[in-house]
């Protein structure tokens, strides 16, 4: 057991660039989460999958957001267009359905749009 | 989700319990308690959580009410890098977390 890894840790990008982040949960976890975190702030919650399935999306996501897992297993997380207001940290976690639940995040990225 | 109110901020001396109290009165039946922790620049570590019963595991311990309206996380001998923020969060299995601003929790040599 790994853990949840993310990719890359940290991504500096000029206003209006697309990024792209990628997490890779726990294996065997069929349950995956996207939060966003502001300075200060607890993390939010963006989205969630249940296997290949994107079952619910945060009011939070914009058009500009899109999330996949195309798999199953590892997921990507994309921003167009990047605005100065998207600058935070993005945290994924998985957990695995019926283990109680319990979520383990990945030590997330942090995104500065400059 | 219920709603879990916490105290901004709190100091512990080290080697000293440290006791984090969460309100969640308005939790249901079917919503567990679970308290994660967040030291600077990392994510969220999970530490514990529980549905009515007390739980006990190796890094903290977790008191809730009968009533189960408030919890609260024990420490037992908070060192140095017990210095961290912690949430609350109540929540169904399978929803996601809404988390608070939580406790800065700074524990002083």
């Known amino acids: 057991d790994t853990g949840v890894s993310q990719n890359p840790r940290h991504k500096i990008t000029k206003r209006g660039q697309n990024v792209t982040f990628r997490c890779d949960p726990i294996?065997?976890?069929?349950?995956l989460y996207w939060y966003r975190q502001t300075l200060g702030q607890g993390p939010e919650f963006l989205t969630y999958?249940?296997?290949?399935?994107?079952?619910?999306k945060s009011r939070l996501l914009s058009d500009r957001f899109s999330a996949e897992r195309p798999k199953g297993s590892f997921s990507t997380l994309e921003i167009q267009r990047t605005e100065q207001g998207d600058s935070a940290m993005y945290l994924c976690a998985s957990s695995r359905a019926g283990d109680q639940e319990t979520q383990y995040f990945g030590p997330g990225t942090r995104l500065l749009v400059l | 989700d219920a709603k879990t109110t916490q105290p901004t901020s709190m100091d512990c001396a080290e080697g000293r319990a440290a006791n984090l109290p969460c309100n969640h009165s308005t939790i249901s039946g079917n919503e567990y308690v679970y308290w994660y922790r967040q030291i600077h620049s990392q994510g969220p570590q999970y530490i514990i959580h529980?549905?009515?019963n007390n739980e006990t595991n190796e890094m903290a311990s977790l008191i809730i009410t009968e009533d189960r309206k408030s919890s609260t996380l024990i420490l037992p001998h908070a060192t140095l890098r017990d210095t961290a923020v912690y949430y609350c969060?109540?929540?169904?299995?399978?929803?996601?977390?809404?988390f608070g601003p939580g406790t800065r929790l700074s524990v002083l040599p």
């Open positions: 969060i109540a929540c169904s299995y399978g929803q996601n977390f809404v």
């Open positions: 294996s065997e976890h069929n349950r």
């Open positions: 999958f249940q296997n290949e399935a994107q079952l619910e």
């Open positions: 529980g549905l009515k």
